[in-house]
Nanobody
Framework: QVQLVESGGGLVQPGGSLRLSCAASGFTSENYAIGWFRQAPGKEREGVTCFSNTDDSIKYEDSVKGRFAISRDKVKNMVYLQMNSLKPEDTAVYYC??????????WGQGTQVTVSS
């Protein structure tokens, strides 16, 4: 049973930083993609950044380029999202997502990030 547990969300002022963590467990395959999505109130869920399952390349959504950075610890099965220069429009619930074999999708429960003064 694949499990993803996010943590690290909270309230931060504009220009501040947060680091989200995603603890992954219950899988053994190396063929998976993992990354972060977010969903703001009244909006659809969107991809933020992810590691590819083929070559570990990284993609970023345009609005977060240069401000957010994804990283991982394969030994600990952890994925992180360092978020700097946060803006009010970054306010959303942030989800960790794992896609195994290009077919099976698993989601965490989400962690709330609120950027407000």
């Amino acid at each position: 049973q694949v499990q993803l547990v996010e943590s690290g969300g909270g309230l931060v002022q504009p220009g501040g930083s947060l680091r989200l963590s995603c603890a992954a467990s219950g899988f053994t395959s190396e063929n998976y993609a993992i990354g972060w999505f977010r969903q703001a109130p009244g909006k659809e869920r969107e991809g933020v950044t992810c590691f590819s399952n083929t070559d570990d390349s990284i993609k970023y959504e345009d609005s977060v380029k240069g401000r957010f950075a994804i990283s991982r610890d394969k030994v600990k099965n952890m994925v992180y999202l360092q978020m700097n220069s946060l803006k009010p429009e970054d306010t959303a619930v942030y989800y960790c997502k794992l896609t195994a074999g290009g077919i099976y999708e698993y989601w965490g429960q989400g962690t709330q990030v609120t950027v407000s003064s």
